[in-house]
């Protein structure tokens, strides 16, 4: 969801623009969107977004030399993840990096460990390899991956229930002993990731629920039910 906001203001500063651009060959379609978009003035009064003395584009050459080189760590990284077998949603400690070709700012360093989904970069010259991951997967981050496949889940039974994003829903659960302990021990953060209401142990008392499926996680087998609350 939050990727999804990000993406949304992306979206929107893309779409802004494609009209000021495209106003003088479609006026009224360009005009329609652009005020969809929020904007109160008419898009023909808009300057395109060029440097008027130079009559170029605007880049940033600096930028871009560091984009590629966070792009080309974040593939090298992701290789050895592929190689090592661990899904990107399964937290790792460390990732470490031989060369900072260029100077990168913190903000992108933080959109590395994103990406690679990492709690720490540690440069290190003394790599044999360009990139180098931590595989070790310590009782606390080996819980923090557990729940997040069982976020997923929950997140795929809500889409497949047809739910809309700011739908409120009620959960059940049952099965592996290890893994309703793991839920019941994170129903808050849990509730606030999916949207529930309500997160409680399945009982024996018959539910009514629009969608429930038995996941299998880790090798251990956990019951959802749920039901728009």
């Given at each position: 969801r939050q990727r999804a906001k990000e993406a949304?203001?992306?979206?929107?500063?893309?779409?802004?623009?494609?009209?000021k651009?495209?106003?003088?060959?479609?006026?009224?379609?360009a005009e329609h969107?652009?005020?969809g978009l929020g904007y109160k003035e008419s898009v023909h009064w808009q300057d395109w977004s060029f440097d008027k003395a130079q009559g170029k584009p605007k880049q940033d050459k600096i930028l871009e030399q560091q984009m590629t080189w966070v792009r080309d760590t974040v593939a090298k990284a992701l290789a050895e993840r592929a190689k090592a077998g661990?899904?990107?949603?399964q937290p790792l400690s460390k990732l470490?990096?031989?060369?900072?070709?260029?100077?990168?700012?913190?903000d992108l360093l933080e959109l590395i460990k994103d990406e690679i989904n990492v709690k720490e970069i540690v440069f290190d010259k003394g790599l044999k390899t360009e990139v180098e991951l931590d595989t070790t997967l310590t009782p606390k981050l080996k819980e923090e991956g557990l729940l997040r496949e069982i976020v997923r889940s929950i997140q795929g039974m809500r889409k497949e229930a047809g739910y809309k994003p700011q739908d409120?829903?009620?959960?059940?659960y049952s099965g592996d002993q290890e893994l309703c302990t793991l839920?019941?021990?994170n129903a808050a953060p849990l509730k606030k990731s999916v949207g529930a209401k309500t997160l409680e142990p399945k009982t024996t008392k018959k539910l009514h629920c629009d969608k429930e499926k038995e996941m299998e996680i880790d090798g251990k087998k956990l019951w959802m039910g749920i039901r728009k609350a």
């Open positions: 949304c203001g992306i979206l929107g500063f893309v779409l802004s623009e494609v009209c651009l495209a106003a003088p060959f479609i006026p009224f379609l969107i652009f005020q661990i899904k990107v949603r470490k990096i031989k060369n900072q070709k260029v100077k990168v700012a913190k409120k829903v009620a959960l059940w839920v019941t021990k």
